[in-house]
């Protein structure tokens, strides 16, 4: 990288590296394997997108439709588990990565290590790079032998009136995240995000100790002195917002809000937010962005 990030605010934590979809640069986004690497590669949470099927199971899959990142067609929410469990959410990786060969540095970039017809595919895990349903992701993230926070984001909640905050209230209450935290020192590893205010108010209504993550695409005059919807208590504004608004993050913390941004892959967005004092960076990279940070 050209320049170095510089140091933060001696009274601030070290800044957050989330990985967005996974380790999504270099494994297809929201499989297993993408998350596996995020975890190898020292990231400290894990960003997915969730989704409910058509027989009501919460899969992480960032498009309405499957198209792109699997060899099926057809909306999540028309499609059910056992559907879209046969399908291949690996072998477009490849694809989009164009034959490019990589060293040992990035062992899950190889050719035919996605899905596909690879011979040396006979004996992997098939289940790295099928459909990852949200508890699947969770059961990751609790064998985990340290601490890895996860970051949920409710995709288009409106559709389904309440259905997706429900099923993921009572998943997170399996897993026992929906009782109050511990200390203010040891928050909540798991984190709900949203483009809606109101899917954020059904999650916290339900369930008042999950933190709540406001995303944001434009700065809104309602939102622009660094408040967030009542009961919510981190900002996540698009990388483009800090560009242009950079005196933001300040208004947001003065307000008592933390600010997470994404996506931030490019090495002078990681400085800007480190100058900044951001709390946390969701990217795509997380390896890169730990590196730059003197981390990895
Ligand atoms: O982490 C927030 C970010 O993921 C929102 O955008 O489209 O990647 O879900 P998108
Ligand atoms: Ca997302």
Same mark, same amino acid.
């Given at each position: 990288?050209?320049?170095?990030?510089?140091?933060?605010?001696?009274?601030?934590?070290?800044?957050? %590296?989330?990985?967005?979809?996974?380790?999504?640069?270099?494994?297809?986004?929201?499989?297993?394997?993408?998350? &596996?690497?995020? #975890?190898?590669?020292?990231?400290?949470?894990?960003?997915?997108?969730? @989704?409910?099927?058509?027989?009501?199971?919460?899969?992480?899959?960032?498009? &309405?439709? %499957?198209?792109?990142?699997?060899?099926?067609?057809?909306?999540?929410?028309?499609?059910?588990?056992?559907?879209?469990?046969?399908?291949?959410?690996?072998?477009?990786?490849?694809?989009?990565?164009?034959?490019?060969?990589?060293?040992?540095? !990035?062992?899950?970039?190889? $050719?035919?290590?996605?899905?596909?017809?690879?011979?040396? &595919?006979?004996?992997?895990?098939?289940?790295?790079?099928?459909?990852?349903?949200?508890?699947?992701?969770?059961?990751?993230?609790?064998?985990?032998?340290?601490?890895?926070?996860?970051?949920?984001?409710?995709?288009?909640?409106?559709?389904? !009136?309440? *259905?997706?905050?429900?099923?993921?209230?009572?998943?997170?209450?399996?897993?026992?995240?929906?009782?109050?935290?511990?200390?203010?020192?040891?928050?909540?590893?798991?984190?709900?995000?949203?483009?809606?205010?109101? $899917?954020?108010? @059904?999650? &916290?209504?339900?369930?008042?100790? #999950?933190?709540? %993550?406001?995303?944001?695409?434009?700065?809104?005059? @309602?939102?622009?002195?660094?408040?967030?919807?009542?009961?919510?208590?981190?900002?996540?504004?698009?990388?483009?917002?800090?560009?242009?608004?950079?005196?933001?993050?300040?208004?947001?913390?003065?307000?008592?809000? *933390?600010?997470?941004?994404?996506?931030?892959?490019?090495?002078?967005?990681?400085?800007?937010?480190?100058?900044?004092?951001?709390?946390?960076?969701?990217?795509?990279?997380?390896?890169? %962005?730990?590196?730059?940070?003197?981390?990895?």
């Amino acid at each position: 990288y050209a320049r170095p990030a510089q140091d933060r605010h001696p009274d601030r934590p070290a800044m957050s %590296v989330v990985a967005h979809r996974g380790a999504s640069e270099d494994a297809p986004e929201h499989t297993l394997a993408a998350y &596996r690497k995020a #975890i190898e590669d020292g990231a400290d949470a894990l960003e997915c997108d969730v @989704r409910l099927t058509a027989d009501g199971h919460l899969v992480c899959v960032h498009d &309405r439709r %499957v198209n792109r990142t699997s060899n099926g067609r057809g909306a999540v929410s028309a499609l059910e588990l056992a559907d879209l469990a046969s399908l291949d959410f690996g072998s477009w990786k490849e694809e989009a990565l164009g034959g490019e060969t990589f060293g040992a540095e !990035a062992p899950y970039r190889r $050719s035919g290590v996605f899905g596909g017809e690879a011979p040396d &595919r006979q004996n992997e895990d098939p289940e790295r790079t099928s459909v990852l349903t949200l508890e699947r992701l969770l059961e990751l993230v609790a064998d985990a032998d340290r601490r890895v926070e996860l970051a949920i984001e409710t995709k288009h909640p409106t559709r389904w !009136a309440g *259905q997706v905050e429900e099923r993921l209230v009572e998943l997170l209450g399996r897993f026992g995240y929906t009782k109050p935290a511990m200390s203010t020192d040891r928050p909540s590893p798991v984190r709900v995000m949203s483009f809606s205010a109101r $899917s954020l108010h @059904r999650v &916290r209504a339900a369930a008042p100790a #999950i933190p709540a %993550v406001y995303l944001m695409q434009f700065l809104t005059p @309602r939102y622009r002195d660094g408040r967030l919807p009542a009961g919510v208590g981190i900002a996540g504004p698009g990388i483009r917002i800090l560009r242009a608004h950079p005196e933001y993050v300040a208004k947001a913390h003065r307000a008592g809000n *933390q600010v997470h941004v994404w996506t931030v892959n490019e090495p002078d967005d990681v400085v800007l937010c480190q100058e900044l004092g951001v709390d946390a960076v969701i990217t795509n990279r997380p390896k890169q %962005v730990r590196m730059q940070l003197g981390l990895g």
